[in-house]
């Protein structure tokens, strides 16, 4: 009976992701704006301090192109959305960041910003081992204003898979739940129309020399898998964001510790399971994030 009832839930979300997949295509609505932070960590070390902070910029979706620098953000962003209840936008800072390592919030105007809770660093929660902390990355937030997260375990790699986190808004604290079964990295984490999670992991060299890239569908309660979607060509999409006037996922493809700094935008359809290269965009663009309080 258990069994029978776990494969109902995992068919009805297939159908029910199908579906959204399917429908999106046909919703009009106004024109988003594309937030983006400039600045990875880039540090020499994995964990190791950042050798760059972040500056606010405004992305043209259509192009890559850079509509207006906001400003300096003051710490090293690695994960960035918007949340419609608060009009408030998020960011997760990376361990290395030389102030703190936690959840804050961005001025839009200046794009300057804030720890929600100077206290909460690491995001409240123990660094083991403890010359590190949690690489928590690529921030997400669903309708009705909740926040979740991402992390790739290390030192060592995962024998049951990366972590998922559910961050308290409020406090800046963060609940990890282990053991999701995907080992991803280079990844974006966001929810599309109907608050589908969708965690859309990077290209793949399987056993056979074959390249594979996958988008899975999580649950959004501890972060495990319910379904998967071949994409196809493979390109790396990180730490992007839906944009809710087509329900596509836009993400950024770059190689870390590049010198050239170079940055491209790429669009990832779900419903036909395919993948875009729009086009070069902002020299060290590292996350991106779309306003859609409407």
Same mark, same amino acid.
């Given at each position: 009976?258990?069994?029978?009832?776990?494969?109902?839930?995992?068919?009805?979300?297939?159908?029910?992701?199908?579906?959204?997949?399917?429908?999106?295509?046909?919703?009009?609505?106004?024109?988003?704006?594309?937030?983006?932070?400039?600045?990875?960590?880039?540090?020499?070390?994995?964990?190791?301090?950042?050798?760059?902070?972040?500056?606010?910029?405004?992305?043209?979706?259509?192009?890559?192109?850079?509509?207006?620098? @906001?400003?300096?953000?003051?710490?090293?962003?690695?994960?960035?959305?918007?949340?419609?209840?608060?009009?408030?936008?998020?960011?997760?800072?990376?361990?290395?960041?030389?102030?703190?390592?936690?959840?804050?919030?961005?001025?839009?105007?200046?794009?300057?910003?804030?720890?929600?809770?100077?206290?909460?660093?690491?995001?409240?929660?123990?660094?083991?081992?403890?010359?590190?902390?949690?690489?928590?990355?690529?921030?997400?937030?669903?309708?009705?204003?909740?926040?979740?997260?991402?992390?790739?375990?290390?030192?060592?790699?995962?024998?049951?898979?990366?972590?998922?986190?559910?961050?308290?808004?409020?406090?800046? @604290?963060?609940?990890?739940?282990?053991?999701?079964?995907?080992?991803?990295?280079?990844?974006?984490?966001?929810?599309?129309?109907?608050?589908?999670?969708?965690?859309?992991?990077?290209?793949?060299?399987?056993?056979?020399?074959?390249?594979?890239?996958?988008?899975?569908?999580?649950?959004?309660?501890?972060?495990?898998?319910?379904?998967?979607?071949?994409?196809?060509?493979?390109?790396?999409?990180?730490?992007?964001?839906?944009?809710?006037?087509?329900?596509?996922?836009?993400?950024?493809?770059?190689?870390?510790?590049?010198?050239?700094?170079?940055?491209?935008?790429?669009?990832?359809?779900?419903?036909?399971?395919?993948?875009?290269?729009?086009?070069?965009?902002?020299?060290?663009?590292?996350?991106?994030?779309?306003?859609?309080?409407?």
């Amino acid at each position: 009976m258990k069994k029978l009832w776990k494969t109902t839930i995992f068919l009805t979300a297939a159908i029910l992701a199908m579906f959204v997949l399917q429908a999106s295509a046909q919703k009009p609505v106004a024109s988003p704006v594309l937030y983006g932070t400039t600045g990875a960590c880039n540090n020499n070390a994995q964990g190791g301090t950042c050798k760059q902070q972040s500056t606010l910029v405004q992305i043209d979706p259509v192009d890559g192109t850079l509509i207006k620098t @906001i400003g300096p953000v003051g710490f090293t962003v690695n994960g960035l959305a918007w949340d419609r209840t608060t009009r408030k936008l998020y960011a997760t800072t990376a361990i290395g960041d030389t102030h703190f390592h936690g959840l804050i919030t961005i001025d839009t105007t200046t794009g300057l910003g804030t720890p929600v809770n100077p206290a909460a660093d690491n995001f409240g929660l123990l660094k083991d081992p403890p010359l590190f902390g949690s690489p928590i990355h690529s921030l997400a937030i669903d309708f009705f204003g909740n926040l979740v997260a991402w992390y790739d375990e290390f030192p060592a790699p995962p024998p049951n898979g990366d972590t998922f986190v559910r961050i308290n808004k409020r406090t800046g @604290i963060a609940k990890e739940f282990q053991n999701t079964g995907l080992d991803t990295n280079s990844n974006g984490l966001a929810f599309s129309d109907f608050d589908l999670l969708w965690n859309i992991d990077s290209p793949k060299t399987q056993t056979d020399g074959t390249v594979t890239q996958t988008a899975y569908l999580l649950n959004p309660f501890n972060g495990k898998p319910l379904l998967s979607r071949p994409l196809s060509p493979p390109i790396q999409a990180a730490i992007g964001d839906f944009n809710p006037q087509n329900n596509m996922y836009y993400g950024l493809n770059f190689i870390p510790f590049d010198p050239s700094h170079q940055a491209f935008l790429v669009v990832v359809d779900l419903r036909k399971g395919t993948v875009a290269l729009v086009a070069q965009t902002v020299d060290n663009l590292h996350t991106i994030a779309f306003v859609k309080d409407f």
